[in-house]
């Protein structure tokens, strides 16, 4: 069907500059628009000069978006001219369509718009799925490719750069991701963590005064090298991590002390003498520990004797069933069943005793007392007397059998009290968190056991000390005894960790006094990894985030 039509398409807001010749052709598949552009004159694309000779005259075929949920299709009549300057060596040029389309594209500006918005949105299969319902057919490649083509806005001068890596693939491969902490936003993605890529990139903008970064040496060199009058900050949190790490490494070679403190911590508290004939108190025995799908059917028992109790409340206060199930949001046959019933349900089931295992009970009892603990030895056993269940079956029960008995006495010990810890000393990871850690939230055994450690090893002792007082500083951004502390640590068991901090002394006494870290930085990166991993490995390094980039979440190129 054809309808005449003579109108500016930039008067409706349709397109700019253009306006429609004769006529709207719509079918029950699309609708086409046949137009040409309104300007007299159009300046040469070579020089500039402006002109009016019309050399010719072609159609210019584009997708536009839908009308009435129906692919639209724009037939432009494009002109050429002829240059009016000699000298310019472009003597034809066609008129350009600013606004509408770039040269050469067979899709319309907003169209790729449009697309590459549902791209970003759904993604490859389901956005192609998408846009077909909504008239504007696109494959999932093209959908891809309208996505990476996306144009970057520009980006402010940055002032205060955070620095960090990113891992490519964990353990092999890394990149560098730039935010800028003023605007909390990521700036650029550098594929590698290299000082000269870094240089290079802060020597391209001139605007950086501020680096926060982590204690990496090629950082570092590269702000050095890039930025040389960039104030370079150290994060606070990796220096608490490094200083944990420096008294761990310094407890790693103190094995034989962390084993006496513990024995020590876990001796009697009473001076040894003689044994006295008053029986020692026993033990309570302790309580077995819940399994975590029975600790989650004792929570929602809980919740139900709990909703059971309100229920009985309210009908004690003279409320209806149907006025009690509207204040506990549940079915009023349920409340009225509850009532009459007199409890909760517990959803026990009637056979829950019963199990294949029943006729062999007295059997496996007869072995347990034997000696034998073998689960798979014991299913054996009962297969050959018949036992038609699975090997899961014996095993679940000699775990809960295992549970109910006492636990065994240590050899040569029958005639004396176990003590209810061993005295296994604490790994050197534990044992930092009790040296540095507060000391009115320790046990008493762990007190014991710091004590014990501090007067057993000197060196553990002032190292813990200089650990604690470095915190301290960081913590409270406390400039002042950086001096003296660090004069102490380069003369104590902490000397590496203390020669790493004189190496970086400028960036560490800027992150005593400044306000700036790397926890923005480090929430990007967090972003970025459930980015990757949401994109299953489909997508590739310029579909990470970038400045003005919406990165989808799914992988753009499988959906």
């Not at 970064?213 to 370079?232: I, K, M, S």
């Not at 513990?262 to 302790?286: F, H, I, K, L, N």
């Not at 007397?385 to 050899?411: I, K, L």
Request: with cysteine; hydrophobic share 35%; glycine share 8%.
């Amino acid at each position: 069907m054809v309808v005449p039509l003579n109108i500016s398409l930039s008067s409706i807001g349709f397109l700019p500059n253009l306006q429609v010749l004769d006529q709207i052709d719509h079918s029950f598949y699309r609708i086409t628009v046949r137009a040409q552009p309104a300007a007299a004159s159009v300046s040469c694309t070579g020089c500039g000069t402006p002109s009016r000779r019309v050399h010719g005259a072609y159609w210019r075929s584009l997708g536009d978006v839908a009308c009435f949920g129906r692919p639209t299709v724009l037939l432009i009549r494009v002109r050429r001219f002829r240059c009016s300057n000699a000298t310019c060596p472009r003597r034809t040029f066609a008129e350009p369509l600013p606004g509408v389309a770039r040269p050469r594209a067979r899709q319309t500006d907003r169209l790729r718009a449009v697309h590459r918005t549902i791209g970003l949105a759904l993604g490859g299969n389901p956005g192609s799925r998408h846009a077909r319902a909504m008239g504007v057919p696109i494959s999932r490649t093209t959908l891809g490719h309208r996505v990476r083509v996306g144009i970057a806005m520009a980006v402010a001068p940055v002032t205060v750069l955070g620095v960090d890596d990113w891992a490519w693939r964990k353990g092999h491969r890394y990149g560098t991701i730039l935010c800028d902490l003023e605007r909390r936003r990521v700036i650029d993605l550098l594929p590698d963590r290299s000082a000269d890529t870094l240089a290079t990139w802060l020597a391209a903008h001139p605007s950086v005064t501020v680096v926060v970064r982590d204690r990496a040496g090629a950082y570092a060199e590269g702000t050095a090298r890039g930025a040389p009058d960039a104030l370079q900050i150290t994060d606070r949190w990796h220096l608490l991590r490094n200083a944990s790490d420096a008294l761990r490494s310094v407890l790693e070679h103190h094995h034989r002390d962390l084993r006496a403190a513990a024995r020590m911590a876990s001796a009697p508290s009473e001076p040894p003498g003689e044994m006295s004939e008053a029986p020692q108190p026993v033990a309570a025995e302790p309580e077995r520990r819940l399994r975590s799908t029975e600790r989650r059917a004792q929570a929602a028992q809980e919740r139900r004797d709990a909703r059971y109790a309100e229920a009985v409340r309210l009908r004690d206060q003279g409320l209806s069933t149907r006025a009690v199930a509207r204040s506990l949001g549940v079915e009023r046959k349920t409340v009225r069943r509850w009532l009459r019933a007199g409890h909760a349900p517990t959803w026990q089931h009637a056979d829950r005793g019963t199990s294949i295992l029943n006729p062999y009970h007295g059997y496996l009892e007869d072995r347990w007392q034997a000696g034998c603990r073998n689960a798979a030895a014991l299913w054996r056993e009962l297969q050959e007397r018949g036992f038609p269940g699975q090997y899961s079956v014996v095993r679940d029960w000699g775990t809960r059998r295992r549970r109910q008995d006492p636990p065994a006495e240590p050899r040569g010990t029958s005639d004396k009290p176990v003590s209810a810890k061993q005295s296994e000393p604490p790994t050197p990871r534990r044992a930092v968190q009790l040296l540095a850690g507060d000391p009115d939230r320790l046990t008493d055994e762990d007190r014991r056991f710091v004590q014990a450690l501090r007067e057993r090893s000197p060196s553990i002792a002032t190292a813990a000390d200089l650990i604690t007082r470095f915190c301290e500083m960081v913590k409270g951004k406390v400039p002042d005894p950086f001096d003296g502390w660090l004069r102490e640590a380069e003369v104590s068991a902490l000397s590496p960790f203390a020669a790493g901090i004189r190496r970086d002394e400028d960036a560490v006494r800027a992150a005593l006094s400044e306000p700036w870290s790397s926890g923005q930085v480090e929430g990007q990166v967090n972003r970025l990894k459930a980015i990757k991993r949401a994109m299953y490995g489909r997508a590739g390094f310029e579909l990470e985030p970038r400045p003005g980039f919406e990165t989808p979440r799914w992988a753009c190129s499988g959906g």
